[in-house]
């Protein structure tokens, strides 16, 4: 606890130098920047200085990144990083429903066994993703018409037979992924189409029987500020834990766009639900540039990522800054938003870039400037 306070107050007296340690860093001195990641560098695979997860875990906070199964099984520099630097992995499509069950009652687990197994022997823990969601979902399930007794049943077995497999190695769930429109409407999903809202409540019912211990999060993007949408999302929690569902974390997205303005009153946001006594995490942050890349937008982008970080290192009840990928040739925007990219920390051959600098200058201004001795 004591960890936590002294997290806060450092970053709150802190902020304006962190900010101009970060301009300073990309405008000024382009030839330090090099030397420094010459220091760091070494071979593909990144620096050999105190890693984000060493820095991170002086201050009280988990680094975290996407990870993708394919790379992680293809990739040893990609698997060095991993390893190196976050202190925790969620599975970026290794634990969706079309990935585990693309067979009616046939499970697939392979890939997000590994990745577990990968996190123990890292000293990683997991961020499930996810169990609940309108997208990725397995043919089988989207190519008929089911009643909604059936579909209540299978939701149900999805969710026990999900969670009960990684019970005792996932650590948090995205129990509910993505539920709302912008404007504040629950979204016309197969879910509420037929079991109506009813199912958010159930869904995180179920999810804590089948393991009491796991932290169950709703997660969503566009709800990191104040607005139409995270304030249904505050009063979905608010009730459900009013009634005593056990939704127990908020897990904000937080993909960004430099050319479209910071998330508004973020920390205030994030502490109002800290206030009904829940988690809050940066589940999936990225901040895309459209190309081609200017120096303009790349302050944009390491400005970015480092006011989410101080924002999550100011409130308390923040447990964890997940990136979503460390790598651009790996990152989801490319494909996503045209002529959009160089979203992650590090480039197309997995060397740093600026903002996984700035991210680390900012977690050593939080822990009060010391120079650490390395290894995670
Ligand atoms: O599995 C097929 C594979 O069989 C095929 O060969 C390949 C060819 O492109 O496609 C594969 O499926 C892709 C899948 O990722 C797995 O790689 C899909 O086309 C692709 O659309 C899918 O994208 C994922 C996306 O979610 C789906 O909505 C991204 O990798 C993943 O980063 C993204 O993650 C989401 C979070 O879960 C929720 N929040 C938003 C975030 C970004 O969209």
């Not at 000024?28 to 071979?43: E, K, N, Q, T």
């Not at 050999?48 to 520099?77: E, K």
């Not at 390893?83 to 969706?96: D, I, L, R, Y």
């Not at 009013?242 to 897990?251: L, R």
């Amino acid at each position: 606890m004591r960890l936590f306070h002294s997290r806060v107050a450092r970053v709150a007296g802190s902020t304006l130098a962190a900010a101009t340690l970060v301009s300073t860093h990309v405008g000024a001195a382009a030839p330090a920047h090099r030397s420094a990641l010459a220091g760091l560098a070494g071979p593909r695979g990144g620096p050999a200085a105190d890693p984000l997860r060493t820095l991170a875990a002086r201050v009280g906070l988990r680094i975290g990144t996407a990870v993708s199964t394919d790379s992680l099984r293809q990739d040893r520099a990609y698997r060095r990083v991993t390893a190196a630097q976050f202190s925790s992995v969620t599975p970026e499509n290794a634990m969706k429903w079309e990935s585990v069950e693309p067979t009616r009652g046939t499970y697939t687990w392979d890939d997000a066994d590994r990745l577990v197994d990968f996190a123990r022997a890292n000293r990683q823990v997991v961020r499930g993703h996810t169990l609940v969601w309108h997208s990725q979902l397995p043919g089988w399930l989207t190519s008929r018409e089911w009643s909604a007794a059936e579909l209540r049943e299978i939701l149900r077995t999805h969710i026990t037979d999900q969670v009960s497999h990684f019970a005792g190695r996932v650590r948090a769930w995205d129990v509910v992924n993505e539920a709302f429109e912008e404007d504040g409407r629950l979204r016309d999903s197969i879910w509420l189409r037929a079991l109506g809202p009813g199912y958010l409540a159930d869904a995180f019912r179920w999810a804590h029987e089948a393991d009491p211990d796991a932290r169950l999060y709703y997660n969503d993007y566009n709800i990191e500020g104040v607005g139409p949408k995270s304030d249904a999302v505050y009063d979905l929690v608010a009730r459900l834990r009013a009634d005593g569902v056990p939704v127990e974390g908020v897990g904000m997205q937080t993909h960004l766009d430099t050319q479209l303005p910071f998330p508004t009153r973020m920390r205030q946001n994030l502490q109002r639900f800290a206030d009904l006594g829940l988690d809050v995490a940066v589940t999936e942050a990225d901040v895309r540039i459209t190309l081609p890349v200017d120096p303009t937008e790349q302050l944009a982008q390491e400005a970015a990522y480092t006011r989410a970080l101080q924002v999550c290192l100011a409130v308390r009840r923040c447990v964890s800054y997940t990136v979503w990928g460390f790598g651009d040739a790996y990152s989801w925007v490319p494909d996503a938003f045209a002529c959009q990219g160089s979203a992650t920390l590090y480039d197309e051959q997995l060397r740093p870039k600026a903002p996984y600098f700035a991210l680390r200058r900012t977690l050593q201004l939080a822990a009060g400037g010391r120079r650490t001795a390395g290894g995670a």
